[in-house]
């Protein structure tokens, strides 16, 4: 798959997604990246730690967050991309499920649609990704979380995703799945998401696992600050690879990078060149 310049191997290669919340409110970094000059100082330093590509967000979606209007989202998020791209050509993702921010967004620069509600929501998303040609990251949610049983019952779900986006004409090499960890899933269903992640990648589409500091790894490890929840990041991040995940959608860049590349290289047994012989 190619986005902007870069071309994507997601079959054989796996990739890190750096998030950058332009909020106030995001549940670990709220306001940690909410001036223009902020946020494009966080994206020079994951470019520097090797991202390859860059999740921006104007609203955060955490439990119990408020809504904002299309027009309060983008203030925070077109100034971003636009200084970023005076820069860089690194692939931007935009995460909103409006269809008139992604409009915005994808005409401003950016280049993969990250719709959180995976067409469900918006009914002008699809159109508008469509409109672009961009990639669609499609994530599963729902507004109701029930489930008869959870491991088809959460694969019958994305599948309607899926449909909508081959009955808007958005083709299969534009379809990365998500199985939204943290969105309609109570604890246990989060690690199940998880478990069962090789259904999505059976599906034959690319698989993003974002997990980063979320609640389900304090709830799993204890650790009560968001901050504080890297080293449970990385285990799924090594947990998602061995499934066949190929994004990892993360705050921490760096430390997941060279976890992502030790665990491939244990998979491959040893791709890389090296003047190791021991």
């Known amino acids: 798959m190619k986005i902007r310049n870069t071309e994507f191997d997601f079959e054989n290669e796996k990739y890190i997604m750096g998030i950058l919340n332009v909020t106030p409110d995001s549940f670990s970094d709220g306001g940690h990246f909410d001036t223009v000059e902020k946020a494009v100082s966080h994206a020079r330093q994951m470019i520097e730690e090797g991202v390859d590509i860059i999740d921006i967000g104007g609203e955060s979606t955490r439990p119990g967050h408020t809504p904002l209007s299309s027009k309060e989202e983008m203030d925070r998020v077109l100034p971003v991309i636009e200084k970023i791209r005076e820069f860089s050509d690194i692939p931007i993702s935009i995460d909103t499920y409006k269809a008139e921010s992604m409009d915005l967004a994808l005409s401003a620069g950016a280049d993969i649609a990250n719709d959180i509600w995976g067409f469900k929501k918006d009914p002008d998303m699809k ?21 008869k049983d959870f491991k088809i019952n959460y694969v019958e779900d994305i599948k309607e995703s899926i449909k909508l986006a081959k009955e808007a ?15 309609a899933k109570n604890y246990k269903r989060d690690l199940q998401a ?5 259904s999505y990648v059976k599906l034959g589409y690319p698989v993003l696992l974002a ?15 968001p901050l504080d929840r890297l080293a449970g990041t990385i285990a799924t991040t090594v947990y998602g690879a061995t499934l066949g995940a190929s994004i990892f959608r993360v705050h921490d860049v760096k430390a997941n990078k060279e976890a992502l ?3 491939t290289e244990i998979m491959a047994e040893g791709k890389k060149k090296s003047s190791y012989n021991g």
């Open 127 to 147: 159109d508008v990704v469509k409109k672009h040609d961009s990639p669609v990251i499609l994530m599963h949610n729902k507004e109701v979380a029930e489930y």
């Open 169 to 183: 004409g958005i083709g299969d090499d534009k379809i990365i799945l998500d199985p939204g960890v943290g969105f």
């Open 194 to 198: 998880i478990k069962y992640l090789d």
């Open 211 to 225: 997990t980063s500091r979320k609640r389900f790894i304090g709830a799993a490890t204890g650790v009560d600050n």
């Open 261 to 263: 590349a030790m665990t």
